[in-house]
């Protein structure tokens, strides 16, 4: 029996990496049939980089290092200092005259980058140019005739397609890992904001990934390691070649990317909006949680809770496809943006702007009862300190464990400036509409935080 079961498990085998060779170039597969990730390792590994980073940070010693007991044994050490910090990362030849692709965050604030080859040899490096909102980096060495990767066509991808990653995780030069594309168009939320259009891997990513190339079985360059769940295995995220192919020319030739910028901060439809809403089950969109000030789309008329439902007569349904939709534009064009307003279609035209260096940080809080939190007035003072323009709504002193709120994600200090589309100016305003709830009644807040509002439904408990 168990030669039996020993001759079946050979036979499988042997049909999977079959299957596995069929979808090969016909060099690879003919090369090395039964392991065909040999080859493509062997093909790809010269063009794939380690990239170490010395950037400088400023480092505050708490206050009691001034004691003279710990002076007598550490010395006279000034508690603001300038301290060097080192980093590590991945990256990828795409021109034989030395441009590398990598990510943003591998290179930023760096004072001294060195790129080692896979033969050993070390050179320095200088950025080209960023692009901080696409995580996208191209740095240059001086160095002629270098090995370069394909790049491929990431629209072509599909779920369950084998994928390798190739680099430096922890420093462990050139570490090769195998897996699958897990999904497509993942979007990742951040206290920022939301970063869409990630491709989701099993391939094992870690800290020195970031930057190195995602391979398809064809050995070509499909996504740029990027990011992953700390606490989670097995859950990766690399940026589509695509997004970065526009980028990274645009890099090379300008030094920066005047990339398309609508001025909104939004959120993903649920079923519970769509229904609070009252809205058809079926219907697709991205909520508008906040227009910025002064920006394209407050010019063109759009509104919070507004539900972009096209850009230019395509369909988006998630924040990410949003972000790629208005992405693909410069600034200066004009797209058609169509959305929902009470139940209503209509559509704006909205001349895209440049993306601010940097979007200015507002921050604009209940009462236990029966919604399961606390809340007083705004003064000016906590305006002041919270970047909000005006004392206005109400900000959140305390959230009860396991109620409600807790469970809908309001956090202290949060400000709340409307409820079921009610403007709540003061407590005064608050008390009047708590007053006519009822248990099991659904409130759909407007909620501020860290410089953008966004909508909340919380159960009268």
Not at 15 to 36: D, E, K
Not at 201 to 214: E, M, V, Y
């Amino acid at each position: 029996m168990f030669k039996k079961f020993k001759a079946t498990t050979m036979i499988v085998v042997l049909v999977v990496l079959t299957s596995i060779a069929a979808y090969m170039p016909v060099s690879i597969a003919a090369t090395n049939p039964l392991n065909p990730f040999v080859e493509i390792v062997k093909k790809a590994s010269p063009a794939v980089v380690n990239i170490d980073t010395l950037s400088y940070v400023k480092q505050t010693l708490p206050p009691f290092w001034d004691d003279p007991f710990f002076r007598q044994f550490f010395g006279n050490i000034p508690h603001n200092r300038v301290v060097p910090m080192r980093g590590k990362g991945s990256g990828f030849i795409i021109s034989p005259n030395g441009y590398i692709l990598t990510n943003n965050h591998v290179v930023r604030n760096a004072k001294e980058i060195i790129v080692t080859l896979s033969n050993g040899k070390r050179h320095k490096a200088r950025v080209i140019g960023t692009d901080p909102t696409a995580d996208i980096a191209v740095i240059k060495i001086k160095a002629k005739n270098l090995p370069t990767l394909p790049l491929g066509d990431s629209d072509k991808l599909q779920v369950g397609e084998w994928v390798i990653t190739i680099g430096n995780p922890y420093g462990l030069s050139h570490t090769v890992t195998v897996g699958v594309v897990s999904a497509l168009g993942r979007t990742i939320r951040e206290e920022g904001g939301y970063f869409g259009n990630f491709i989701q891997t099993d391939a094992a990513i870690n800290p020195g990934n970031s930057g190195g190339p995602l391979l398809n079985i064809k050995g070509e360059v499909i996504g740029i390691n990027t990011a992953i769940i700390p606490y989670a295995q097995g859950i990766g995220f690399a940026i589509p070649i695509n997004t970065a192919k526009k980028i990274m020319n645009d890099l090379i030739k300008y030094g920066k990317v005047e990339r398309g910028w609508l001025g909104v901060w939004i959120q993903q439809l649920s079923p519970s909006l769509i229904k609070a809403f009252k809205l058809p089950k079926n219907t697709k969109g991205v909520l508008i949680a906040d227009v910025m000030p002064g920006s394209p789309a407050e010019k063109a008329g759009i509104k919070r809770g507004d539900i972009i439902t096209k850009v230019n007569d395509k369909t988006v349904e998630s924040p990410g496809q949003l972000q790629v939709a208005i992405r693909s534009h410069k600034a200066g064009e004009t797209v058609k943006i169509t959305l929902l307003r009470h139940r209503k279609s209509l559509s704006i035209t909205v001349k895209l702007g440049s993306i601010p260096q940097k979007v200015g940080m507002i921050q604009r809080k209940i009462r236990r009862a029966r919604l399961g939190f606390t809340v007083t007035n705004v003064t000016p003072q906590r305006a002041k300190k919270l970047g909000l323009p005006k004392p206005e709504g109400v900000i959140v002193t305390s959230v009860k464990p396991n109620s409600q709120a807790q469970a809908a994600g309001l956090r202290v200090n949060d400000v709340i400036l409307q409820a079921n589309g009610e403007k709540i100016g003061n407590l005064t305003d608050w008390g009047r509409f708590v007053s006519k709830l009822k248990k099991g009644d659904s409130v759909i807040l407007v909620v501020y935080r860290f410089s953008h509002t966004f909508f909340m439904i919380i159960k009268v408990e």
